[in-house]
């Protein structure tokens, strides 16, 4: 069966999207890195598949903002 929903979307859309994961999984690969986080690789590859679920599980994960907002209080 083909869904008549894939052809809505205009290509402009794609070429966004494409351009959005590219560069969350860039920013997570060297982020990761610079912090000598384990394993940037999987944050990278992880970061181009999917948005933004990769970037919210490594802020709170490897970046660790959550303590932050303890601080404060």
Same mark, same amino acid.
Request: aromatic share 20%; no cysteine; charged share 20%.
């Given at each position: 069966m083909?869904?008549?929903?894939? =052809?809505?979307?205009?290509? +402009?859309?794609?070429? /966004?999207?494409? $351009?959005?994961?590219? %560069?969350?999984?860039t920013?997570?690969? %060297? =982020?990761?890195?610079k912090r000598?986080a384990?394993?940037p690789w999987? +944050? /990278?590859? +992880? /970061?181009?598949?999917?948005?933004?679920?990769?970037?919210?599980i490594?802020?709170?994960? %490897?970046r660790? $903002?959550? !303590? !932050?907002?303890?601080r404060?209080a």
């Amino acid at each position: 069966m083909k869904n008549p929903n894939w =052809d809505a979307l205009p290509l +402009w859309a794609w070429i /966004g999207i494409a $351009i959005l994961l590219l %560069v969350q999984s860039t920013w997570l690969f %060297v =982020d990761a890195r610079k912090r000598s986080a384990r394993y940037p690789w999987f +944050w /990278g590859i +992880w /970061g181009i598949i999917q948005a933004p679920t990769p970037l919210i599980i490594y802020l709170f994960a %490897v970046r660790k $903002i959550h !303590r !932050r907002w303890f601080r404060k209080a």
